[in-house]
């Protein structure tokens, strides 16, 4: 059973501000929400986690309602290095999880 | 079926010590990641190894990090004269593939991950 859903694919033009929303219906109290960005060939990369609230970085910002039961991450102004798979995953930091498991992602597709 | 496995789950060293830590992926995943864990950063990206392609070592904090990944299955991350900043809990995943011509990627499965004390 899949513990977060995101789409699978968005498009967007440069310079527009793109949100991708990720579903955690079964999020439990520990667990922190972090999203992580990956390159064709390359290892994901972490952009920006949080528990509850906003967060916000020099790379992006992360919306979490109070029930927590979904995250939004918002990249400001995109560019065509943005071009990539964006992860929404959802685990306990504090502890190694042998249920953690990175999804399918969301293809992000910046067009000139 | 086994899931992602790693040894050992628990490991206490002494500053400037050599460790190794093992993973055992899922068998006929083709791709396997190393991840180092700590609250705040999330999982931060070590190493990638796809098949029989050379290893993304890109994540690597420092020449004290290795690793090498036998026969495309069993990996070993390797810490030379370990350090206090090195404690961490790592992680290793694996996929069935992995990114093929900028497609998107395919499930990573974690291990239970070793948690590495530096004294």
């Known amino acids: 059973l899949a513990k977060t859903t995101q789409p699978i694919s968005m498009d967007s033009y440069e310079g527009q501000e793109v949100n991708i929303t990720c579903s955690h219906n079964n999020i439990a109290t520990n667990d922190y929400i972090t999203w992580y960005q990956q390159f064709p060939s390359q290892g994901p990369r972490f952009i920006i986690q949080?528990?509850?609230t906003k967060v916000t970085n020099e790379v992006a910002s992360l919306f979490i309602p109070a029930d927590r039961k979904s995250s939004t991450l918002s990249l400001p102004r995109v560019s065509l290095s943005d071009t990539a798979v964006y992860y929404c995953l959802v685990g306990d930091p504090n502890f190694g999880n042998e249920k953690l498991t990175f999804g399918t992602g969301t293809r992000l597709t910046i067009i000139p | 079926g086994a899931g992602v496995s790693q040894s050992p789950s628990n490991k206490v060293t002494e500053k400037g010590k050599d460790v190794e830590l093992r993973c055992d992926p899922i068998?006929?995943?083709?791709?396997l990641y190393w991840y180092r864990q700590s609250l705040g950063q999330g999982l931060e990206f070590l190493i990638y190894?796809?098949?029989?392609?050379?290893?993304?070592k890109s994540g690597l904090p420092s020449d004290r990090f290795s690793a090498e990944r036998t026969g495309g299955s069993v990996s070993t991350l390797t810490i030379q004269r370990t350090q206090q900043e090195d404690s961490a809990v790592y992680l290793c995943?694996?996929?069935?593939?992995?990114?093929?011509?900028?497609?998107?990627?395919?499930?990573?499965?974690f291990g239970p991950g070793t948690r590495l004390t530096v004294l």
């Open positions: 068998s006929g995943h083709t791709a």
């Open positions: 190894f796809q098949g029989n392609s050379a290893p993304d």
């Open positions: 995943a694996s996929s069935l593939f992995a990114i093929v011509g900028g497609g998107s990627t395919d499930t990573q499965y």
């Open positions: 949080g528990y509850k």
